[in-house]
T-cell receptor, first 118, second 116 residues
């Protein structure tokens, strides 16, 4: 299995809703990432988990709450989002060599969740 | 400071003609370099990567790129464009600086249109 699977593919939520995005990989990668991508822009890093521990939080608002329950799963919990949070949310994974995150082997990205906040 | 510049925000070619997408980087450390492709409403797919081995790198779907250290460039080429190549292309740098938590540095992307 060489894929990163993200669910759901599309999500529409109100500003008072609570929802979760899910990401799963079975490649044995021990680094997992959440990215946010606006239309026609490059992805922006949000969070990095290494060995199931939060390693990087790029000053993301607390209405986004990541969780890594095991080495194959990564969740992003959403609460009280704003319309400007509408975007494509991408999950990625990679090998971890020693303590260095993001090795030469490249990252495997999922197809993303298209989120619309109304 | 590390940076990536994709010299063209939009490139338009005819089907069957060569493709050239240009990328220059700035890095204090010898980096790894990647090209990713993103088709409309899809995720990102790794096209090819340079990791300090051969300077001419072959990727998927007939794409290749040449690492030129003297020019700090990593241009993406393909001899003959296909309609299915129409997509957004991102040049990405991973600097090999010391310490943990190295981060990908993304170019702004080049939108490739292929005309019949």
């Amino acid at each position: 299995d060489t894929e990163v699977t993200q669910t759901p593919k599309h999500l529409v939520m109100g500003m008072t809703n609570k929802k979760s995005l899910k990401c799963e990989q079975h490649m044995g990668h021990r680094a997992m990432y959440w990215y946010k991508q606006k239309a026609k822009k490059p992805p922006e890093l949000m969070f990095v988990y290494s060995y199931e521990k939060l390693s990087i939080n790029e000053s993301v608002p607390s209405r986004f709450s990541p969780e890594c329950p095991n080495s194959s799963l990564l969740n992003l919990h959403l609460h009280a989002l704003q319309p400007e949070d509408s975007a494509l949310y991408l999950c990625a994974s990679s090998q971890v060599r020693g303590f260095l995150i993001g090795t030469n082997y490249g990252y495997t990205f999922g197809s993303g969740t298209r989120l619309t906040v109304v | 400071a590390q940076s990536v510049t994709q010299l063209d925000s939009h490139v338009s070619v005819s089907e069957g003609t060569p493709v050239l997408l240009r990328c220059n980087y700035s890095s204090s450390y010898s980096p790894s370099l990647f090209w990713y492709v993103q088709h409309p409403n899809k995720g990102l797919q790794l096209l090819l990567k340079y990791t300090s081995a051969a300077t001419l790198v072959k990727g998927i779907n007939g794409f290749e790129a040449e690492f030129k250290k003297s020019e700090t460039s990593f241009h993406l080429t393909k001899p003959s464009a296909h309609m299915s190549d129409a997509a957004e292309y991102f040049c990405v740098v991973l600097p090999h600086n010391a310490g943990n938590n190295r981060k990908l540095i993304w170019g702004l992307g080049t939108s490739l249109a292929v005309n019949p």
